[in-house]
């Protein structure tokens, strides 16, 4: 379950992934499976081949895309999370979902 987005920023990554950019999107986020992490980073672009080597510099494998539906993604959570975001210069999205210092 996805919130804490608009519906414009939502719109506005689906447009760069169909475009073949590499998108991100940050969101609260929920799964019984991942108990410690409440945000999830999604990185998309419908070029699977683009996607894949920006992952690639990361350590992501390319069977960790989620290809279903039209917006293949990579899903960050935790350290690597904070980790990929802050190489690409993008900590203040994860840091929106953070209160008081605390990590998320």
């Known amino acids: 379950m996805a919130f804490g987005i608009r519906r414009h920023e939502l719109e506005a990554w ?3 992934v169909k475009r073949g950019e590499i998108a991100f999107l940050t969101h609260y986020w929920y799964d019984e499976r991942f108990p410690d992490c409440t945000t999830v980073t999604k ?8 996607l894949t080597a ?10 960790w ?5 039209e917006f293949p993604h990579f899903d960050l959570l935790g350290e690597t999370q904070r980790r990929v975001l802050r190489q ?4 203040f999205e ?3 979902f953070t209160k008081r210092g ?3």
Do not use: T
């Open 54 to 63: 920006w992952g690639r510099q990361y350590g992501l494998k390319e069977e």
């Open 94 to 96: 994860l840091e929106r």
């Open 14 to 16: 689906k447009e760069k």
């Open 88 to 91: 690409e210069g993008r900590l």
């Open 102 to 104: 605390k990590k998320r």
């Open 65 to 69: 895309i989620d290809r279903r539906g």
């Open 43 to 50: 990185v998309g672009c419908a070029d699977i081949a683009q």
